[in-house]
């Protein structure tokens, strides 16, 4: 089995990060503390950690940015979130029950399953489920 580059924790700040940079032209460690619920300290040290590993440059008292390498990361996460997104409402999934869903499976998926999954939104794109009264798929 191959190991991944980045594990899903270090995902995780690579995607909040690049949110915060799309949202705000910036990111600092107390917004990723905020935006993660978690303490400056640990938020100090994986960035550090993600630093090195080349998917992000960081000056302590500076802004953060991604590195390409980073960036790359960050909008595949990205891109399996609106997949899934779709997916999910295609299906005719809350939104809350949806993203809670998303969270928990979005850094699982492989390669090869995300490609199926794109054919599948792609169909239900061109062939929506008909939707009872109650909304949910018949």
Do not use: C, W
Not at 32 to 52: E, H
């Amino acid at each position: 089995m191959k190991k991944k580059a980045v594990s899903i924790h270090q995902e995780d700040y690579l995607e909040r990060i690049h949110e915060l940079i799309s949202e705000k032209g910036y990111a600092r460690v107390s917004d990723i503390a905020r935006a993660l619920g978690l303490g400056r300290p640990s938020v100090t040290v994986m960035v550090q950690q993600l630093g090195r590993k080349g998917y992000l440059n960081y000056e302590k008292y500076r802004g953060i940015t991604l590195t390409a390498r980073g960036e790359k990361v960050a909008e595949g996460i990205r891109a399996r979130h609106r997949l899934l997104s779709e997916l999910f409402a295609q299906l005719g999934i809350g939104s809350k029950r949806a993203l809670q869903d998303i969270e928990g499976i979005e850094h699982h998926l492989s390669a090869p399953t995300v490609a199926k999954l794109e054919q599948l939104v792609e169909h239900l794109r061109r062939h929506p489920l008909a939707r009872g009264g109650n909304g949910k798929p018949t």
